[in-house]
């Protein structure tokens, strides 16, 4: 009988986009078909060439972005026969495509049904166009209508929405027609994301009107609620699923599953070795197939930094860590290592223990930011 083969995803970073939005500090930009041409040359090189993980099984694999929907299907086809032919995937892995209004239509959807996509992630972000037009977005609410409807056309059964709050003069009855309105078009999963203001973007060089800290507290309050009503359920601070519609992708990256990158920027953890990808797209396109000549910050992770990651990304999720898998895991009892942290958030109210597991209650997911830092040892 065969070993079992440990699970493992894949992230493939497409960088081409039609614009760039006001808040992105993504590495993409507009690309012309020659600039796309060679970068699948170098993308299929560089997974050629990858030598990790011949014996695991690919769970999910993410196209992400800058914005997969812009090349045309072809390109993404290639690329996915490519990793059919390097990896053994499992018979229900969950293969996901973001995409965002403008730049899809019915051969592509359908194109993306034929290669295996069976899961599509729209970036709406708003349905108010003053607020769509003010983030930089592309494209209109009824053309985000339109996409959704091709997508349920296509065939997607499983479809994500994006939406972002405290945008820049956004009021709470807006934010909640946002969510009220995408939550009757029934997608199976909602993103539901607070705004930030990155260092290097549009907005970063503007004033912006943004929410205060109190209003954003309510608005993200509010979301969970709103969501319900609608059978969406949280299980990660920023996302919402129906049942057994949870993101599988995600859940993979909070419960440190091996994951390798593809493409400019893209992180990987194999084996408790993490490295990221150099965001120079031109020098990633000339180092053309050489894995050593892309990778950057190359590590591999001590006791203690893995023990911080499992901590500060297994609490990102409602239902939170098993301390018996941090003690199989790090061969430490949880209170051994964190019992200072954890009784001081124990006492406030804003961690609790249920059943084997920690999680943050419903207080302590709204100044989580603060409490997940507080577990780097």
């Known amino acids: 009988m065969n070993q079992k083969r440990k699970p493992l995803e894949l992230y493939v970073h ?5 614009r760039k939005c006001a808040y992105c500090d993504f590495v993409s930009g507009p690309g012309t078909k020659a600039m796309q041409k060679a970068y699948e040359a170098a993308l299929t090189a560089e997974i050629d060439a990858a030598e990790e993980a011949s014996e695991c099984e690919v769970s999910t694999v993410f196209f992400g972005g800058g914005t997969p929907s812009v090349v045309g299907a072809g390109m993404l086809a290639c690329i996915m026969e490519k990793l059919r032919k390097k990896y053994v995937f499992s018979k229900n892995a969950e293969i996901t495509l973001e995409a965002n209004p403008g730049t899809l239509d019915e051969e592509k959807l359908n194109g993306y049904r034929k290669s295996g996509f069976n899961r599509i992630s729209i970036g709406c972000q708003s349905v108010h166009d003053d607020e769509l037009k003010r983030l930089g977005r592309i494209h209109t609410f009824a053309e985000f209508q339109e996409s959704f409807a091709l997508a349920r056309a296509a065939g997607f059964t499983n479809i ?6 405290g945008l820049p003069g956004q009021s709470k009855a807006k934010w909640e027609e946002s969510l009220r309105t995408i939550a009757k078009l029934s997608p199976e999963h909602i993103s539901a994301y607070s705004l930030i203001v990155e260092p290097g973007t549009l907005f970063a060089e503007q004033n912006l009107d943004l929410p205060d800290e109190e209003t954003e507290r309510e608005m993200y309050a509010e979301t969970e609620k709103i969501l319900a009503e609608y059978g969406f359920s949280r299980y990660e601070i920023s996302n919402y699923a129906k049942p057994d519609y949870t993101c599988r992708h995600n859940i993979g990256y909070w419960n440190r599953t091996d994951y390798l990158g593809f493409g400019p920027s893209a992180a990987s953890l194999f084996e408790n070795r993490r490295w990221t990808n150099t965001a ?30 499992f901590m500060f990304l297994g609490l990102r999720m409602t239902g939170g860590i098993s301390m018996a898998e941090f003690e199989k895991q790090f061969g430490k009892e949880i209170h051994a290592v964190y019992g200072e942290v954890l009784r001081k958030y124990e006492g406030m109210k804003l961690l609790q223990e249920h059943g084997g597991y920690l999680s943050l209650t419903r207080d302590g997911i709204s100044v989580s930011n603060v409490i997940l830092a507080d577990f780097l040892l």
């Open 14 to 18: 497409i960088p081409f986009c039609i």
């Open 160 to 165: 994500n929405v994006d939406l972002m709050s």
């Open 280 to 309: 120079d797209v031109a020098a990633y396109v000339k180092a053309c197939g050489a894995p050593e000549k892309i990778r950057e910050e190359e590590e591999t992770l001590s006791m203690q930094d893995a023990m911080e990651e």
